[in-house]
C-alpha cells in the first residue's frame, strides 16, 4: 500500500540560500497550510469585555468595602459598651466611697478613678486598673468627657446624675458605631433613653442614673 506522506524533491543548496525560512520548513513533507488572516486568533480584550469587567470588580469591591465598614464600626461598639460598663462600676465604686459622683472633670483625664485628682477627704481608691482604661481616645473616635450635673441633653437635675460623654477629638467620631451602642445598651433611639445624641452637636451621652445607696446618707 502506498505512503499517504506525499515526497517531494531535496531542496537545492541555492534555494536554501536563498529562501532559508522557507527551507528549514522543507523537508520532502508537505508542511501543514497557514490560518487566513480572517481567522488568526485574539490576543487582547474587545472594549465592552473591559468595561464589564470593570464594572464587575466595582461592585465587588463596593460590597466588600461596605461589609468591612459594617463589621467594623459593630466591634467598635462592642469595645464602648465594654469600656461604658467598667467606667460605670467605677463610678459606683467611687460614689460608695465619697458619698457622689466625681466633680466635673476636664476631657480626656482621669476622673478620679487612678488618683484622687479631686483631693476628696476619703478617696478610697484606685477604683480601676491602669491597664484597663484610655481616658483620652474612646473605641468609636472622639474623647471621653465627664459631666456631673452638666445640662446636656437630656438635663440632669437628680443630685446624683452623672454624664459620660463622647466629644469630637482629632479623630472624627463613628456614627455608624454610636447607633449601634444605642441597640446594644439601651432602647435603639438616639433621642431617647441613657445613650442619646447632642441635638447641638455630634457628642453622645451615657446617663448614669441616681443611685439611692450612692447619694450622702443621712442620719437622724
Known sequence: MPSQTQHLPEVSESFK???PSKARGHKGILTKPR???????????????????????SIILAIGFATYRLVKSKGRAGAMVGMIESFEKSLWMYCQANGHYPPETPRGQDPGFLSNVHLEPSWG?????????DF???????????????????SP????????SVVEGDNPIDNLAGQYVD???DDGDLNTGRWVRSRWSSAY????????????QTTE
Open 125 to 133: 481608691g484606685p477604683f480601676a486598673n491602669r491597664t484597663s482604661f
Open 136 to 154: 483620652s481616645l474612646t473605641p468609636m473616635g472622639g474623647q471621653w468627657d465627664w459631666n456631673n450635673n452638666e445640662g446636656a441633653t437630656p
Open 35 to 57: 490560518p487566513s488572516p480572517g481567522c488568526r486568533r485574539r490576543n487582547g480584550f474587545t472594549l465592552v469585555e473591559m468595561v464589564v469587567s470593570f464594572l464587575i470588580i
Open 183 to 185: 441597640e446594644l445598651v
Open 17 to 19: 540560500r536563498l529562501n
Open 157 to 164: 437635675t437628680s443630685p446624683g446624675t452623672y454624664l459620660i
Open 205 to 216: 451621652c451615657y446617663v448614669i442614673e441616681t443611685r439611692d445607696d450612692c447619694l450622702p
